[in-house]
Protein backbone atom coordinates (compact mmCIF):
# COMPACT_ATOMS: atom_id res chain seq x y z
CA UNK A 1 0.00 0.00 0.00
CA UNK A 2 1.40 3.62 -0.85
CA UNK A 3 1.36 5.80 2.10
CA UNK A 4 1.24 9.23 1.55
CA UNK A 5 5.29 9.58 2.50
CA UNK A 6 5.51 7.34 -0.22
CA UNK A 7 3.71 9.44 -2.77
CA UNK A 8 6.09 12.58 -1.73
CA UNK A 9 9.01 12.97 -4.20
CA UNK A 10 12.52 12.81 -2.35
CA UNK A 11 12.73 16.57 -0.69
CA UNK A 12 16.48 17.09 -1.48
CA UNK A 13 17.47 20.68 -0.19
CA UNK A 14 20.83 22.15 -1.97
CA UNK A 15 23.40 22.05 1.07
CA UNK A 16 22.40 17.83 1.84
CA UNK A 17 22.42 17.41 -1.97
CA UNK A 18 25.99 18.52 -1.83
CA UNK A 19 27.63 17.32 1.00
CA UNK A 20 26.32 14.00 -0.50
CA UNK A 21 28.36 14.61 -3.82
CA UNK A 22 30.87 15.83 -1.54
CA UNK A 23 30.68 12.02 0.04
CA UNK A 24 31.54 10.56 -2.79
CA UNK A 25 34.91 12.32 -3.10
CA UNK A 26 37.48 10.91 0.27
CA UNK A 27 40.22 13.50 -0.85
CA UNK A 28 37.17 16.87 -0.43
CA UNK A 29 38.00 18.80 3.24
CA UNK A 30 34.95 20.48 2.32
CA UNK A 31 35.94 24.03 1.31
CA UNK A 32 34.56 23.44 -1.85
CA UNK A 33 30.78 22.60 -0.49
CA UNK A 34 30.80 25.71 1.79
CA UNK A 35 31.68 27.70 -0.64
CA UNK A 36 28.87 26.62 -3.07
CA UNK A 37 26.56 26.89 0.38
CA UNK A 38 27.75 30.24 0.26
CA UNK A 39 26.96 30.80 -3.04
CA UNK A 40 23.51 29.08 -2.81
CA UNK A 41 23.15 31.66 0.23
CA UNK A 42 24.08 34.56 -1.85
CA UNK A 43 21.42 33.82 -4.55
CA UNK A 44 18.38 33.58 -1.68
CA UNK A 45 19.75 37.34 0.01
CA UNK A 46 19.91 38.59 -3.79
CA UNK A 47 16.51 36.91 -4.45
CA UNK A 48 15.03 38.79 -1.44
CA UNK A 49 16.15 42.12 -2.54
CA UNK A 50 14.75 41.75 -6.25
CA UNK A 51 11.48 40.66 -5.48
CA UNK A 52 10.96 43.44 -3.46
CA UNK A 53 12.72 45.94 -5.73
CA UNK A 54 10.15 47.88 -6.93
CA UNK A 55 9.07 48.37 -3.12
CA UNK A 56 12.20 49.30 -2.07
CA UNK A 57 12.51 51.80 -4.33
CA UNK A 58 15.89 50.46 -5.26
CA UNK A 59 15.11 50.33 -8.86
CA UNK A 60 17.14 52.93 -11.24
CA UNK A 61 20.56 53.38 -11.88
CA UNK A 62 23.37 54.60 -9.57
CA UNK A 63 24.20 57.01 -11.96
CA UNK A 64 28.04 55.49 -11.69
CA UNK A 65 29.60 53.47 -14.70
CA UNK A 66 31.68 50.08 -14.29
CA UNK A 67 34.43 48.90 -15.71
CA UNK A 68 32.31 48.23 -18.81
CA UNK A 69 31.16 51.55 -19.49
CA UNK A 70 27.56 50.53 -18.49
CA UNK A 71 25.30 52.08 -16.07
CA UNK A 72 25.62 50.44 -12.66
CA UNK A 73 22.17 49.51 -11.41
CA UNK A 74 21.54 49.32 -7.47
CA UNK A 75 20.85 46.42 -7.48
CA UNK A 76 24.10 45.63 -9.53
CA UNK A 77 25.90 47.04 -6.79
CA UNK A 78 24.26 44.72 -4.15
CA UNK A 79 24.55 41.80 -5.63
CA UNK A 80 28.65 42.61 -6.28
CA UNK A 81 28.55 42.95 -2.81
CA UNK A 82 26.78 40.23 -0.99
CA UNK A 83 29.00 37.88 -3.18
CA UNK A 84 31.85 40.00 -1.93
CA UNK A 85 31.06 40.17 1.69
CA UNK A 86 30.14 36.19 1.72
CA UNK A 87 33.60 35.56 0.49
CA UNK A 88 36.02 37.82 1.58
CA UNK A 89 36.88 36.27 4.95
CA UNK A 90 36.47 32.49 4.87
CA UNK A 91 39.92 31.67 4.24
CA UNK A 92 38.88 29.70 1.09
CA UNK A 93 39.89 32.03 -1.86
CA UNK A 94 43.05 33.14 -2.97
CA UNK A 95 41.24 36.19 -5.29
CA UNK A 96 38.26 36.82 -6.80
CA UNK A 97 37.09 39.42 -9.83
CA UNK A 98 33.72 40.62 -10.97
CA UNK A 99 32.35 41.90 -13.76
CA UNK A 100 31.67 45.40 -11.81
CA UNK A 101 35.39 45.51 -10.69
CA UNK A 102 38.11 46.34 -13.31
CA UNK A 103 40.90 44.80 -11.47
CA UNK A 104 40.81 41.54 -9.37
CA UNK A 105 39.89 41.60 -5.96
CA UNK A 106 42.25 40.57 -3.22
CA UNK A 107 41.77 38.69 0.10
CA UNK A 108 42.01 41.83 2.67
CA UNK A 109 45.15 41.05 4.72
CA UNK A 110 43.50 40.98 7.65
CA UNK A 111 42.14 37.47 5.88
CA UNK A 112 43.87 34.49 5.52
CA UNK A 113 43.75 33.38 2.05
CA UNK A 114 42.54 29.97 0.26
CA UNK A 115 43.06 27.50 -2.59
CA UNK A 116 39.92 28.44 -4.66
CA UNK A 117 39.40 31.49 -7.12
CA UNK A 118 35.91 32.88 -7.59
CA UNK A 119 35.01 34.81 -10.84
CA UNK A 120 31.68 36.30 -11.13
CA UNK A 121 29.17 38.05 -12.88
CA UNK A 122 26.93 39.38 -9.87
CA UNK A 123 23.77 40.13 -11.61
CA UNK A 124 23.70 39.65 -15.86
CA UNK A 125 21.57 41.47 -17.52
CA UNK A 126 20.91 44.28 -15.47
CA UNK A 127 19.84 46.43 -18.10
CA UNK A 128 16.33 44.55 -17.53
CA UNK A 129 16.03 45.21 -13.58
CA UNK A 130 13.67 48.25 -14.08
CA UNK A 131 11.23 46.20 -16.28
CA UNK A 132 10.60 43.18 -14.19
CA UNK A 133 12.83 41.06 -16.73
CA UNK A 134 14.38 37.77 -15.44
CA UNK A 135 17.91 38.75 -14.70
CA UNK A 136 20.99 36.14 -13.41
CA UNK A 137 24.11 35.30 -11.60
CA UNK A 138 26.95 33.55 -12.98
CA UNK A 139 29.95 32.28 -11.43
CA UNK A 140 33.32 30.21 -11.92
CA UNK A 141 35.72 28.07 -9.01
CA UNK A 142 38.89 27.36 -9.97
CA UNK A 143 42.12 26.31 -8.08
CA UNK A 144 44.23 28.98 -6.99
CA UNK A 145 47.70 28.15 -9.34
CA UNK A 146 50.01 29.81 -7.94
CA UNK A 147 51.36 28.33 -4.66
CA UNK A 148 50.56 31.06 -1.48
CA UNK A 149 50.02 34.27 -0.77
CA UNK A 150 47.52 36.99 -2.35
CA UNK A 151 46.54 35.59 -5.82
CA UNK A 152 46.92 37.07 -9.00
CA UNK A 153 45.36 37.82 -12.04
CA UNK A 154 47.16 34.84 -13.47
CA UNK A 155 45.26 32.88 -10.91
CA UNK A 156 42.10 33.88 -12.65
CA UNK A 157 43.21 33.67 -16.26
CA UNK A 158 42.32 30.05 -16.57
CA UNK A 159 41.13 27.97 -19.39
CA UNK A 160 37.43 26.81 -18.37
CA UNK A 161 38.36 22.95 -19.11
CA UNK A 162 40.11 23.55 -15.25
CA UNK A 163 37.20 24.48 -14.07
CA UNK A 164 36.40 23.04 -10.65
CA UNK A 165 32.70 24.14 -10.72
CA UNK A 166 30.65 26.47 -12.42
CA UNK A 167 26.76 27.79 -12.27
CA UNK A 168 24.31 30.13 -12.24
CA UNK A 169 21.33 31.54 -10.43
CA UNK A 170 18.35 32.73 -12.50
CA UNK A 171 15.96 35.32 -10.80
CA UNK A 172 12.70 34.84 -12.75
CA UNK A 173 9.09 33.42 -11.80
CA UNK A 174 11.09 31.46 -9.30
CA UNK A 175 14.38 31.68 -8.33
CA UNK A 176 16.59 28.63 -9.67
CA UNK A 177 20.62 27.81 -9.08
CA UNK A 178 22.03 26.02 -11.52
CA UNK A 179 25.52 24.05 -10.88
CA UNK A 180 28.17 21.49 -11.76
CA UNK A 181 31.02 20.15 -10.53
CA UNK A 182 31.85 18.14 -13.84
CA UNK A 183 29.31 15.73 -12.57
CA UNK A 184 26.35 16.62 -14.50
CA UNK A 185 24.39 20.04 -14.27
CA UNK A 186 21.96 20.38 -11.14
CA UNK A 187 18.92 22.46 -10.61
CA UNK A 188 17.53 23.53 -7.53
CA UNK A 189 14.39 25.76 -7.53
CA UNK A 190 13.72 28.14 -4.40
CA UNK A 191 11.00 27.52 -1.68
CA UNK A 192 10.82 31.15 -0.39
CA UNK A 193 8.48 29.92 2.15
CA UNK A 194 11.31 27.79 3.96
CA UNK A 195 14.58 29.83 2.38
CA UNK A 196 15.71 26.32 0.85
CA UNK A 197 17.00 25.71 -2.31
CA UNK A 198 15.09 22.24 -3.25
CA UNK A 199 16.49 19.66 -5.58
CA UNK A 200 14.05 19.97 -8.78
CA UNK A 201 16.18 19.08 -12.03
CA UNK A 202 18.59 16.20 -10.84
CA UNK A 203 21.13 15.53 -13.55
CA UNK A 204 20.13 18.00 -16.47
CA UNK A 205 20.33 16.94 -20.26
CA UNK A 206 19.83 19.17 -22.86
CA UNK A 207 16.54 17.85 -24.81
CA UNK A 208 18.35 15.88 -28.29
CA UNK A 209 14.64 17.55 -30.18
CA UNK A 210 15.67 21.96 -30.47
CA UNK A 211 12.53 24.20 -30.11
CA UNK A 212 14.37 27.48 -29.59
CA UNK A 213 17.08 29.85 -31.25
CA UNK A 214 17.79 32.54 -29.42
CA UNK A 215 19.69 35.73 -31.08
CA UNK A 216 19.37 39.70 -31.51
CA UNK A 217 18.40 39.72 -34.74
CA UNK A 218 18.08 43.61 -34.72
CA UNK A 219 21.38 43.42 -35.32
CA UNK A 220 22.02 40.81 -38.17
CA UNK A 221 23.31 43.51 -40.19
CA UNK A 222 26.41 43.56 -38.19
CA UNK A 223 26.75 39.74 -38.36
CA UNK A 224 29.62 37.90 -40.95
CA UNK A 225 27.78 36.10 -43.73
CA UNK A 226 27.82 33.07 -42.29
CA UNK A 227 25.98 34.03 -39.46
CA UNK A 228 23.73 35.36 -41.28
CA UNK A 229 23.18 31.85 -43.65
CA UNK A 230 22.65 29.82 -40.23
CA UNK A 231 20.55 31.92 -38.97
CA UNK A 232 18.76 31.37 -41.89
CA UNK A 233 19.04 27.31 -41.68
CA UNK A 234 17.77 27.67 -38.71
CA UNK A 235 14.71 29.44 -39.64
CA UNK A 236 14.02 26.30 -41.95
CA UNK A 237 15.04 28.40 -45.28
CA UNK A 238 16.66 25.40 -47.02
CA UNK A 239 13.93 23.49 -46.39
CA UNK A 240 15.81 20.21 -45.09
CA UNK A 241 14.54 21.07 -41.99
CA UNK A 242 11.26 22.76 -39.99
CA UNK A 243 12.50 25.91 -38.78
CA UNK A 244 13.20 26.67 -35.22
CA UNK A 245 11.33 29.59 -33.21
CA UNK A 246 12.99 32.39 -31.66
CA UNK A 247 12.78 33.16 -28.58
CA UNK A 248 15.28 36.46 -27.14
CA UNK A 249 14.99 37.84 -24.18
CA UNK A 250 18.00 40.18 -24.06
CA UNK A 251 19.28 38.93 -20.31
CA UNK A 252 21.84 36.02 -20.88
CA UNK A 253 20.91 33.79 -18.38
CA UNK A 254 17.51 33.80 -18.69
CA UNK A 255 17.92 32.63 -22.19
CA UNK A 256 20.56 30.22 -21.83
CA UNK A 257 18.55 28.50 -19.09
CA UNK A 258 15.25 28.19 -21.10
CA UNK A 259 17.49 26.49 -24.28
CA UNK A 260 19.33 23.85 -21.73
CA UNK A 261 15.46 22.68 -20.50
CA UNK A 262 13.59 23.04 -23.46
CA UNK A 263 16.88 22.80 -26.52
CA UNK A 264 18.03 25.12 -28.91
CA UNK A 265 20.98 27.50 -28.92
CA UNK A 266 21.19 30.80 -27.93
CA UNK A 267 24.22 33.02 -30.26
CA UNK A 268 25.44 36.58 -29.53
CA UNK A 269 28.51 36.39 -32.56
CA UNK A 270 30.62 38.58 -33.38
CA UNK A 271 29.63 41.76 -34.96
CA UNK A 272 30.68 45.17 -36.49
CA UNK A 273 28.64 47.12 -34.89
CA UNK A 274 31.27 48.74 -32.39
CA UNK A 275 34.01 49.11 -33.88
CA UNK A 276 35.51 48.91 -30.64
CA UNK A 277 34.25 45.45 -29.80
CA UNK A 278 34.45 43.09 -32.87
CA UNK A 279 34.42 39.77 -30.68
CA UNK A 280 30.06 40.48 -29.64
CA UNK A 281 29.25 41.81 -26.65
CA UNK A 282 29.59 38.85 -23.67
CA UNK A 283 32.41 38.64 -21.56
CA UNK A 284 34.48 35.28 -21.56
CA UNK A 285 35.72 34.82 -18.11
CA UNK A 286 32.85 35.31 -16.22
CA UNK A 287 29.64 34.31 -18.69
CA UNK A 288 30.64 32.14 -21.64
CA UNK A 289 32.88 30.16 -20.14
CA UNK A 290 30.55 29.39 -16.80
CA UNK A 291 27.90 28.41 -18.84
CA UNK A 292 29.40 26.36 -21.60
CA UNK A 293 30.90 24.30 -18.32
CA UNK A 294 27.16 23.79 -17.44
CA UNK A 295 26.29 22.71 -20.99
CA UNK A 296 28.62 20.27 -21.77
CA UNK A 297 27.77 18.64 -18.21
CA UNK A 298 24.27 18.65 -19.89
CA UNK A 299 24.97 16.90 -23.62
CA UNK A 300 25.43 20.51 -25.06
CA UNK A 301 28.24 22.54 -26.23
CA UNK A 302 29.93 25.88 -26.29
CA UNK A 303 31.63 27.64 -29.27
CA UNK A 304 33.20 31.08 -30.14
CA UNK A 305 32.24 30.07 -33.91
CA UNK A 306 35.91 28.19 -34.58
CA UNK A 307 36.58 26.68 -31.29
CA UNK A 308 35.03 25.16 -27.56
CA UNK A 309 34.64 27.77 -25.44
CA UNK A 310 35.75 25.42 -23.07
CA UNK A 311 39.62 25.33 -25.03
CA UNK A 312 39.96 29.51 -24.93
CA UNK A 313 43.21 30.70 -22.92
CA UNK A 314 41.63 34.12 -21.74
CA UNK A 315 44.34 36.76 -21.69
CA UNK A 316 42.49 39.50 -19.82
CA UNK A 317 39.98 39.92 -16.93
CA UNK A 318 36.92 41.12 -19.59
CA UNK A 319 37.77 40.15 -22.30
CA UNK A 320 34.59 39.34 -24.78
CA UNK A 321 33.95 36.50 -26.82
CA UNK A 322 31.47 35.15 -29.07
CA UNK A 323 29.60 32.48 -28.20
CA UNK A 324 27.13 29.93 -29.56
CA UNK A 325 25.90 27.60 -27.16
CA UNK A 326 23.16 25.07 -27.15
CA UNK A 327 22.59 21.51 -29.07
CA UNK A 328 25.99 20.31 -30.03
CA UNK A 329 24.29 19.80 -33.19
CA UNK A 330 23.12 23.19 -33.47
CA UNK A 331 26.11 24.90 -32.48
CA UNK A 332 28.76 22.67 -34.39
CA UNK A 333 26.44 23.65 -37.52
CA UNK A 334 27.56 27.19 -37.05
CA UNK A 335 31.11 26.23 -36.79
CA UNK A 336 30.69 24.70 -40.03
CA UNK A 337 28.40 27.96 -41.28
CA UNK A 338 31.42 30.25 -40.58
CA UNK A 339 34.10 28.04 -41.46
CA UNK A 340 32.64 28.23 -45.18
CA UNK A 341 31.30 31.41 -45.43
CA UNK A 342 33.45 33.41 -42.73
P1 LIG B 1 21.68 42.94 -26.65
C1 LIG B 1 22.54 42.03 -20.88
O1 LIG B 1 22.92 43.39 -20.94
C2 LIG B 1 23.57 41.23 -21.66
O2 LIG B 1 24.84 41.44 -21.14
C3 LIG B 1 23.21 39.76 -21.63
O3 LIG B 1 22.57 39.39 -20.46
C4 LIG B 1 22.32 39.61 -22.84
O4 LIG B 1 22.35 38.33 -23.41
C5 LIG B 1 22.89 40.65 -23.81
O5 LIG B 1 23.53 41.63 -23.01
C6 LIG B 1 21.82 41.31 -24.62
O6 LIG B 1 22.49 42.19 -25.49
O7 LIG B 1 22.76 43.65 -27.47
O8 LIG B 1 20.96 41.88 -27.46
O9 LIG B 1 20.73 43.89 -25.96
Known amino acids: MT ?172 TMLVYSTGHGAHGFTLDPSVGEFLLSHPNIRIPETPLYYSANQGYQQYWSEGVRRYTGWLQGHDGLRKGLSLRYVGSLVADFHRNLLSGGVFYYPADTKDPEQPHGKLRLLYEAIPLAFVAEQAGGYASDGRQAILDVQPTSLHQRSPLFVGNRDLVEKAESFIREHG
Open 3 to 174: TDSDAIGQITTIERFILEQQSSHPEATGVLTNLLYDLALAGKIIASRITRAGLVEILGSTGEENVQGEEVQKLDQFADRTIYRLNDHTGRLAVMASEEHADVIPIPDRFSTGKYVLLFDPLDGSSNIDYNVSVGTVFSIYHRKTQDGPGTLEDCLQVGRDLVAAGYIVYGSS
